[in-house]
């Protein structure tokens, strides 16, 4: 078989490899999907020339947390709290979608993320309803082309508990679908999805680890987000038996005030990924740049739901530095005074969907930089847009002025998935059409089986209480006694 052999040419290229630095005008090789070579002009003459004159070239962002699924209710949850969205969205519409709503909202999340420069994804999937929700699931990243760890969740979204029977059900798809679609090593890896810790038993929190590990599966964790509850806690208890890992993704964490939570979570390698904008938007709390900024932990991003902000890391990269800096500030404006530098640099935030996302996913030696032997997971951003000139200082323009028009082209694995400005993996106007019906088909059968949105019982969170608290209990004694 032939070479197939990509030449991104006179680009101003940021590697976000600090070995490589950066170079003001550079060619990018690219064999089969792997870069084999990054330098002023390479002399390369036997190459699909891609002429990135004038452009910056970057590597392709990595969300780090997304519940892709929800494409196809865009924007719904606008004015929700958090508990709207545990009642309205995974209670109240998850049960509404099918297999096949499930495989078009993660084909769309999927493209919608590509548009924007993101190459990979960890998609937090939990609305695996049936076994045809999670083949749904798969097919949808794999249909589109994008990088990403299907991360599979356990989640019983109807409150009937009706479709699987129980728990270790849920347990046997997970095998089953690591059988069927992960035995070879493409651009989806597998993963897994806790369920919220003491959301239920915690032999079955155990259980769902196991089955992570025995497949060597990353773990994503919805970890410390809801205030005066034990609920998505459980990082002590963890860290007691032995149950964290340098494989797991602890999502939000913006509840954890407590240093020793914070040392276990550094101790173990753990990582932490960051959604601005539901934080903030939803009500659970502020986000941890600080918090990892003390312990040494790297934070990554994640646009989270497209049901409440856009799927667009650069709002959620500009909207995080402006968090950080604000954080960083506090202490020093309490003290009656002015901070005399940034605490954080543009640069910096551009680390944390590029090289410290990659490291989260366990992806660090395939992606997130623009170095030789990595695979070619690039974005063109620039052109003719107003706000993309001048170009004074990149790593600005990039944070502060760009957006997910100004993405012109985009690689994954070394093929175009967007081409000046136009998708290549989706006819955008047969896409949006069939994602407009599928959207009103959901949300006519939500209100067929009669749930209101969002639809928060009164009461519900205290008749929760208790069994939370029952479930928290059982891992301290569970701790206590040094065993699962
Ligand atoms: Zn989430």
Known sequence: MSTQRTLVKDGHVLTMDPALGDFESADILIEDGVIVAVGPDLGVTDAEVIDATGHLVLPGFIDTHRHTWQ??????????????????MRLGISPAYTADDVRLGNFYGAVDALNAGVTTLLDFSHCNNTPDHSDGAVRGLQESGIRAAFCYGFFESSPHGTQFGDHA??????????????TSDGRLTLGVSLSEIFGLPWEQTVSELSAARERNALLVNHAGCVFGSPLSNGILE?????????????????????????????????????????????????????RCRQHGIKPTLSADIVSLNSGDLWHEMRFGLSCARADAADAINSAGHMPEQVAVTA??????????????????DRVGSL???????????????????????????LVFQTSSADVRT???????????????VADRQSLTTQVDAASERILGRVRDAGRTLPGTPPGAFDAIEPITREYHEQAVRAAMAGRH
């Not at 865009?74 to 508990?83: E, K, Q, S, V």
């Open 71 to 88: 494409s196809l209710v865009r924007g719904i949850c606008g004015d929700w709290t958090l508990g709207d969205y545990y009642f309205g």
């Open 169 to 182: 059900a849920r347990i046997a798809d997970f095998h089953r679908i690591a059988d069927q679609y992960f």
């Open 371 to 397: 170095s030789p032997g990595k695979r070619a997971d690039l974005q063109i951003v620039g052109g003719a847009a107003l706000e993309q000139h001048p170009v004074v200082d990149p790593y600005a323009t």
């Open 410 to 424: 985009v690689l994954v694995d070394g093929q175009v998935v967007k081409r000046d400005g136009v998708l290549t």
């Open 238 to 290: 963890m860290d007691a038996l032995g149950l964290l890992g340098p494989d797991m993704v602890h999502v939000h964490c913006t509840t954890f005030d407590d240093d020793a939570v914070w040392e276990a979570l550094a101790r173990s390698g753990g990582k932490v990924s960051i959604s601005t904008q539901t934080e903030m938007n939803m009500g659970f709390g502020r986000p941890a740049f600080q």
């Open 347 to 364: 640069r910096e935030a551009l680390t944390w969907p590029t090289v410290n996302a990659a490291d989260a996913m366990g992806l660090g």
